[in-house]
């Protein structure tokens, strides 16, 4: 059992930052991609950002320039800088990871969420 948990995301004005991050904990023997991903209010879950254990990067046209992902290996740890925030970017933002738990099966993990609101 492989689990993810996030934190940092909050209000923030528009044209402002947050970075959020997210830690994994349990039975890892390796992480292959980690990534975020957000679902806006009544809209379906959509892709982020993801990053692989090579910091092999994928980001959705829209955040391009303006958020960054990047990966701590040794902290099993994944993190997103948000800059220049949008009221679009408003969404619930969850973190997900791939890879091999400790008895080599494949895991697929998500984390609870957290929110992330732009408005002034």
């Known amino acids: 059992q492989v689990q993810l948990v996030e934190s940092g995301g909050g209000l923030v004005q528009p044209g402002g930052s947050l970075r959020l991050s997210c830690a994994a904990s349990?039975?890892?023997?390796?992480?292959?991609?980690m990534g975020w991903y957000r679902q806006p209010p009544e809209k379906q879950r959509e892709l982020v950002a993801t990053?692989?254990?090579?910091?092999?990067?994928v980001y959705a046209d829209s955040v391009k320039g303006r958020f960054t992902i990047s990966r701590d290996n040794a902290k099993n740890t994944v993190y997103l800088q948000m800059s220049v925030l949008e009221p679009e970017d408003t969404a619930v933002y969850y973190c997900n990871a791939e890879g091999r738990s400790s008895g080599l099966t494949r895991f697929r993990s998500w984390g609870q969420g957290t929110q992330v609101t732009v408005s002034s």
């Open positions: 990053i692989t254990s090579g910091d092999r990067t």
């Open positions: 349990g039975s890892i023997f390796a992480i292959y991609t």
